[in-house]
């Protein structure tokens, strides 16, 4: 090997060995800003009590309903900086306090619905606003279709065989002669009620036993649901068999 090439060979070894130090500090940092996220999070959340807790899910569900709001735990929650005021919408949750609402909703969910380890959030989320891109779906209990990267089920890859599996057995049950206002999955009620996501459950309250079109359903939830996912959360409770489609002539 001739001086040149050796120069060469040696630099390019170094550059490899740099950028090689230089991705594994920069992984490092990405899971220290993960764990300082939910270090934040947990002690945010730790801090609060259930009154305060409370308080923030009102500011988020009923907005502009000021009256319905304590004003001594919404102080508690302006310290803490969890809350902003947005004019006609009064007290809203800032980013940090969507995030804890969201730990706080997931836990709860988790706890009634008896699963062992709720999925966490990772670095840049809080379960509402788009996060970084995401390949692994961390299911927000209480929604049953959004991550916490804020992204709805169908746009995660993995997803993809396990919802093609279950929109088959939705046609495969379909094509049986049995009327859809008839038909039942074969799960037990229990089974049924464990795997039901309250956002899902509140969504069936104000369907009419008559039936509503996905644009009066879409009104019927105050208009604070996407389209797309309102069409998702009918999905999942139609392949459960816990509505049907009705095909007007
Ligand atoms: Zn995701």
Known sequence: MNLRNYTRDKSARKSRKDSEFFLSKA???????????????MTLYHCLGQDA?????????????????SEIQVKRLLEMDLVEFRHSQGWRPNWWGLAVLNWHRQLREARDRKIALPPKP??????EHLGPPCENFRELLFSGVYCWCGRLR?????????????????????????????????????????????DLCDMLEPIHPQGATMHQLYHLLGGRIRFLA???????????????LLHLR
Do not use: W
């Open 27 to 41: 992984r490092c940092l990405i899971l220290d800003l993960r764990v300082l996220l939910l270090n934040r999070l």
């Open 53 to 69: 807790l409370d308080c923030l899910e009102i500011t988020y569900k009923y907005p502009g309903q000021m009256l319905l709001v």
């Open 122 to 127: 990772g670095e840049g989320e809080n379960g």
């Open 154 to 198: 169908s746009d995660h890859l993995d997803q993809a065989p396990e919802t093609a599996l279950r929109f088959l057995g939705y046609h495969e049950r379909s094509r049986t002669l049995q009327p859809p206002q008839t038909r039942i999955s074969g799960r037990s009620f229990r089974e049924v009620v464990k795997e039901l996501p309250s």
């Open 230 to 244: 309102i069409q998702e959360s009918l999905n999942f409770l139609l392949e459960r068999d816990l509505v049907f």
